[in-house]
Structures are given as structure tokens and as C-alpha cells.
């Protein structure tokens, strides 16, 4: 499995930016599905966005064109830039990493929207 560690979270206004990052042990980063997810209380856990090992990006409907993933497989680290937050948007945000039958979870970054 792979050790994941979040970082980035916070407190800011609607309108403004976070950027979440996923710093990954192991040589087999460069081998993982990064995602990201997000769980707001009383609700189940969502898809936010992933990016394959080749670099494919996906995003769910209610975030595509605010939020943006990357990796820095050197760095072993995945990213969410995220623009334009909403409160819907506050949640607890989980780094997730896919490598084969292998599903490792980070302990969660808690990103909040309010004014």
C-alpha cells in the first residue's frame, strides 16, 4: 500500500482558492490512481476528481472547471487546486491511490467555505 499524507486545508470566504496536496510514500506513486474525495457531515464520501498514472484527468459535474488535479511524480505528490469555492464545498477532503487491487486512504484535510 501506499502512506498518504493531506495537507492544505482551511478556512476561506466563497470566491476564493485552496490548494490541497498528497505527499505519497513508496517508489509505486508513479504507478497509482490519485484521487480526490470529500465527505460533508451527514453525507457518504464523493468522487471529487482523479488523475491517472498517465496523467488522465476526470472530475465530478459539480466541480469540473473550479477545480483542478495534478501530480509531480518526482515529488510524489498529488494536488487539487481549487478556484471559485462554494460553501457545498466544505467538507473533509481525502487523498485516495489506487495501484492495482491496492486502495490506500489519507486521514483527511478539512476545507471549509464560509464568509
Known amino acids: 500500500q501506499v502512506r498518504l499524507v493531506e495537507s492544505g486545508g482551511g478556512l476561506v470566504q466563497p470566491g476564493g482558492s485552496l490548494r490541497l496536496s498528497c505527499a505519497a510514500s513508496?517508489?509505486?506513486?508513479?504507478?497509482?490512481?490519485m484521487g480526490w474525495y470529500r465527505q460533508a457531515p451527514g453525507k457518504e464520501r464523493q468522487w471529487v476528481a482523479h488523475i491517472t498514472s498517465v496523467g488522465v484527468t476526470a472530475y465530478a459535474d459539480s466541480v469540473r472547471g473550479r477545480f483542478t488535479i495534478s501530480r509531480d511524480n518526482p515529488k510524489n505528490t498529488a494536488s487539487l487546486q481549487m478556484n471559485s469555492l462554494k460553501p457545498e464545498d466544505t467538507a473533509v477532503y481525502y487523498c485516495?491511490?489506487?495501484?492495482?487491487?491496492?486502495?490506500?486512504w489519507g486521514q483527511g484535510t478539512q476545507v471549509t467555505v464560509a464568509s
Open positions: 485516495n491511490a489506487i495501484v492495482g487491487v491496492a486502495n490506500s
Open positions: 513508496g517508489s509505486i506513486f508513479r504507478l497509482a490512481t
